[in-house]
Each structure stands twice: as C-alpha cells, then as structure tokens.
C-alpha cells in the first residue's frame, strides 16, 4: 500500500470524511436508491483504491530506478502514477453518470445508446483492476470465467448450455439495470455493512481492545494453559467486532502467540490456537462477519434472527478450541499465566473502561434486539462510544488529542478496509448478476441432486467442498456468496431448513482460512509465531474440529439453532459440551495418559454420538466416553 502525501492525501483524507458522512446521514435519516448510493460508495472505493493501491509493487522498484516508468505506470510509494489517474476517471465517470441520471434510467427500462454500453464496459474492466489491486486475482478471474460462460454459453451441450446472450446485453444488464452491478450486495455493502466496518476500528481506539485484553487474561488466565484460553477469549471478543479472520489474527495474536510460546507451547500449537480463534470470530455474535448481513438479505429476515440462531454453535465452536488447550496444557504439564503477569480487578473495573465497553456494545444488542435496522444500530453505539472517549476518555484539555484518535480510526477503517470491501462487493455482485441471467444456480442444483441421486448426506458435503474450495480463494464473504447463488437452493429442496442452510454454507467458506493448501489465517499466525505453517494448519484443524462438524448437525436438529423446548436446547447443548471434550481427547491423544489409536478412535465415535440430541445415542455416547475415561485412568495409568 501507499502512503500518499501532498495533495493525494487531502484527497484521501478527503474521501474518508465525506464517506463517514454519507455513512452516517444514509443510516440515521435516509438512505438512498441503489443506484445512487451505490453510485456514491463505488466512486468513493475506486478513488482510494487507485490512490492507495499500486499496479506492482515490482513496477514501484523498477520505478525508483526510470523516471518515465514512474510517472507514466508504476508511480512511488507516495503518489499514483498517470496510469492510476485514467483508470480512476474510468471508474468515475460512468458511476458518476448512473448518479446524474439514475431517475431516467430506472423509469426508462429496456432503452439504452451505445455510450451506456462503452461506459458500461469500462465499469466493468476498472472495477475488477481495482479488485486484483486490492483482494488478489481469483476474484477478477471468477468475474471474468462467467462474462465468458454468459456469452458462449450456447456453445455447451447438454445440462450446463443456455441460449446466450450477446456482449450488448450482458453490458445492459450489468450497468443499467439494478440486478446488475448496483444489485443487492452493492446496496448492502454500501448501506448496512459500512457502518459495521468502521465501527471496528472506532471501538478499538476508544481503549475497548486494551479492556478486551485485560479482561481475557484475567478470566482465562487462571486456568492450565491460560494463555492459550487467553487467546480464545480475546479472538472471540475482538472477532464479533472486526468480523475479520485474518485481521482478528494479526491484532491478537501479536499479543497471544508469543504469551503462548513463552509459557511452554510450541511454535506451531501457538499459531494454531491463534488461527482456530480468529476464525470463529466471524460466527460470534453480535456482529459476526459481513457475510451474515448479505445472509438476512438473501432469507429476507432480520439479523438479529441470524445472531440468535448462531449463538449456541459458536459457543460450542470456542468450548472445543478451549478443550483442545486445556489437555494439551496437560500434556505438556502448562499452568495458568503467572500470578504477577495478570491485571489486577481493581485495573479492569475501572469505570472509564466499564462504560467504554458496556454502552456501545450494550446499545448494538438493545436495539437489534429492538428490530431497529442494523447500520441504524451500529451508528447509535458508534456516536455513543465517540461521545463518551471524548468527554470522559480523559483530561478535557486533551479533547484535541481524542478526536485525532477517532479521526485516525476512521481512516483505518474506511481505507483499509471498507474500500476494498466495497469494490470487491460490487465485483462479485457481477457474478450473482450472471448467475440469475444464465440460469446457472438452478442448473447446478439440478446437478448436485442427480448426482447425489437426492442424497442430502452426499449433497452436504459436495456442498462442504464447493464453499472450502471457493474460500481459498477469495475472502470469506465472496466465497459464501457465489456458493449460496449456487448451492442453497439444491439443498433447500431437499428439504433443509433454509437458515440453517445458509449458515451450513458460511461455516465452510470459513474454514477455508484453516484448511491447506491455502489457509490463509493459519498463514498470518504462522508467520507471527515463525512456525511451519503445514504443521500449524493440521493443529488448527484439530483445534477447529467443532467448525466442520457442528453445521453436519445443526442442518438436522434444530435445538442447536435455538429451535425447539428449552429443554431440547439444554438437552443438545451439554451433550455437545461433552462431545467437544471427548473429541478433543481423541484428535491429541491424551487424557492424563496416552491414549492408544484404537482408544481414539472409539473416543472419537463417542463424542459424535454425544452430538445427536437423542436420549438413545446421548446414553451411549456418555457411556463409552465415561468407559474410556475409567480405562484409561486403571488400566493405562502409568
């Protein structure tokens, strides 16, 4: 990334305050037609892309050395080069004339010049420039494959061909019609997810990250292996704000892995805890990741309906990482984090910190459980924790100093992050786009059911696969969303529960940032804890274990999404609290004594018997794992 001075940084600077402007007017008193807010965000996004965003940073060294390279293509570290400002102008003048005249086009539908369709194409080719310069290739090269399968579609035999569709009507579609690039993941970004993003950063620099930390260390440090527990208590916390497995990473694990190195871990359990953590941030409510809001768009319910249904996996997902600590710690003989390394009480209940944490985070759930709309929400507790770090974050002398804090905040925020996200969003939107116009999410849920000859276990996990494979490479939202467009609709026809469904796809697309060959959270812990980053991927996955196997489950009992009696809930819960517990054992291979491969095996099988909320499989399950606890403490003690 750049670091722009000069003019190139008012002008960035500028963009982040009209940007928090336009936030927090469309939020709180009206939003806009999609056409013109999404018009707005995608100019806005494209300007600090090009700006921030070199073409190369190969280009920026052969720059340093030929004058013409650098004026001309690659720029400096510091100012974008001639190339960036024409790609930018070409990505602002056809948003800025949808934004003109978007009252015309959307009561004219179906009349078009051919100056839409060359400002059409020319949206289409700086939006994805902008997407390789920010996210990487995968997504450009995913836009472009179903560009290509749009127009030579008829060409295909069989199941997978469509009539096509001339170069004129994909451009039509994509620019001028609101399917198209201004479509429902453009909108949403643009509106619901923008306030959620910048909160994050917001939240962090009023001083809630540093009473995140105080307040982890102090609950789980206590505990054998407490600072692995640490680790999970604090990534869970900071994950429900960032709903970024990659950034929940590198912020808390500059902090947890060396604790957990320094306290008898190894390098590669330590970037594991760290990496399995992080990702579950993005299932932790209440903010989870931004996948979730596009998920209530596509079902059509509130969010907080999403955040109910979500809390009792989560929490299971955590209780099972916690497990895997827990009797490693044993294992390796690790106590909890020294007496005088942990904050005292008196520290954490401060009242400035208290208040700091309870009143934003407080008013996000009081009012979304209010049904309030979500980005109204998240600006009344972003307003709330402003107010309260200025007036009471400090001496008043020091106002000035506190709101440069907020102001550095949202730059962080709104550059680093919602940018790229809301380019990379209208990106994707364009496949979702194609999708629809093809036919293709039918067709391919016409396929999965043959091939599975309407197996819904065989339907799962090609399900599984597609949403891993597709996380590798792209970000966890993208991912979910090209597999809900194909994937979901399979399913539901087999008769699962539509949110459950969607929430089955989500977790997958997750877990692509634990699974090899790119993992890339593992990546991030791996290189922090400077471990082999293979090594710590199988740790992960073994510490993860409940994010692959709870959403088996939660597709056919209910109870674990918060449906049913109290009692199924209760019952589904501690018997999957157990489960976590005994699956665990099995996968490390210890529990007080080493435990013999068939031993593992049989513990194994015991834990997902204890997963079925039924008392028949229950019984068993505790049985065998009580068995095995009895052997092994008798008969394998040594």
């Known amino acids: 990334m750049r670091q722009p001075t000069g003019l190139w940084k008012f002008l960035v600077y500028l963009v982040v305050a009209l940007w928090s402007a336009l936030i927090g007017y469309t939020s709180l008193f009206q939003a806009l037609h999609p056409l013109l807010q999404g018009g707005l965000a995608v100019i806005l996004g494209s300007i600090i892309i090009y700006l921030i965003y070199p073409i190369s940073a190969k280009l920026i ?15 400096s570290k510091n100012h974008p080069s001639l190339f960036d400002i024409i790609l930018l102008v070409l990505a602002i003048y056809p948003s800025l004339y949808v934004i003109i005249n978007w009252e015309t086009i ?60 001339s170069l004129t009507d994909i451009t039509y579609q994509l620019y001028l019609m609101t399917e198209g690039v201004w479509g429902m993941l453009t909108d949403l970004t643009s509106r619901i997810i923008a306030p959620f993003i910048i909160f994050g950063p917001v939240l962090f620099a009023t001083g809630v990250g540093d009473t ?53 871990f190894s390098r590669e359990f330590a970037g594991a805890v760290e990496a399995a953590a992080s990702s579950g941030g993005q299932i932790m409510p209440p903010i989870m990741g931004a996948g979730c809001f596009v998920m209530a768009e596509f079902l059509g319910i509130p969010y907080v309906k999403i955040m109910i249904a979500a809390t009792i996996p989560a929490l299971l997902y955590f209780i099972g990482i916690s497990a895997g600590i827990w009797i490693e710690a044993k294992r390796k003989k690790i ?101 629809s116009l093809t036919g293709f999410g039918v067709k391919i849920s016409e396929f999965i059911l043959d091939l599975s000859g309407y197996n819904v276990y065989l339907a799962l996990v090609a399900a599984m696969l ?52 790119v993992c890339i959270t593992v990546f991030t812990t791996a290189a922090i804890a400077k471990a082999n980053w293979f090594k710590t991927a199988l740790e992960s996955m073994k510490l993860g274990i409940g994010g692959y196997i709870m959403p088996f489950f939660f597709v056919f009992y209910p109870a674990y999404l918060l449906k049913g009696s109290t009692y199924e809930i209760l019952f589904a819960f501690l018997g999957a609290t157990i489960a976590m517990l005994a699956i665990e054992a099995s996968l490390i291979g210890y529990w007080s004594v080493r435990i013999p491969i068939p031993v593992r095996l049989v513990l194994f099988i015991a834990g997902l018997l204890l997963m079925i909320p039924k008392v028949f499989p229950l019984l068993l399950g505790l049985a065998l794992f009580f068995g095995i606890l009895m052997y092994l403490r008798f008969f394998r003690a040594t």
């Open 61 to 75: 060294e052969i720059g340093e050395r030929s004058t013409l390279v650098r004026i001309i293509i690659a720029g």
């Open 106 to 165: 959307v009561s004219n539908p179906g009349v078009f010049e051919t100056k839409h369709l060359v400002m059409g194409a020319l949206l289409i080719v700086s939006l994805l420039e902008a997407t390789r310069r920010s996210v990487g290739l995968m997504i450009p090269l995913v836009v472009i494959a179903f560009i290509a399968y749009t127009l030579w579609g008829h060409l295909i035999p069989g199941r997978f061909g469509h009539p096509g569709f």
């Open 466 to 517: 597609t949403s891993i494979i597709l996380g590798m490479g792209m970000t966890t939202t993208a991912a979910y969303v090209v597999a809900a467009a194909v994937l979901a609709s399979a399913l539901q026809k087999m008769g699962l529960d539509p949110l459950a469904t969607h929430l089955f796809i989500f977790y997958f697309a997750i877990k692509s940032g634990l699974t090899p060959p």
């Open 212 to 264: 995140i930390m105080k307040l982890s260390t102090y609950a789980g440090g206590r505990i054998a292996g407490g600072s692995g527990h640490v680790a999970v208590i604090s990534s869970s916390l900071f994950g429900m704000l960032s709903g970024s497995s990659v950034a929940n990473a590198a912020t808390t694990g500059a902090f947890t892995i060396p604790l957990m190195k320094r306290t008898g």
């Open 335 to 435: 106590e909890g984090i020294p007496r005088d390394l942990l904050p005292s009480l008196k520290e954490i209940l401060s009242l400035n910190s208290i208040l700091g944490f309870i009143l934003p985070i407080g008013t996000l759930i009081v009012l979304l459980f209010l049904f309030l709309p979500p980005q109204v929400c998240a600006i009344w507790a972003l307003l709330i924790s402003i107010v309260f770090f200025l007036l009471f974050g400090g001496k008043l002398k020091e106002v000035f100093k506190r709101s440069q804090i907020i102001w550095d905040s949202l730059i962080e925020g709104i550059v680093k992050t919602l940018a790229w996200l809301m380019i990379m969003m209208a990106s994707v939107q364009v496949v979702v786009s194609l999708i």
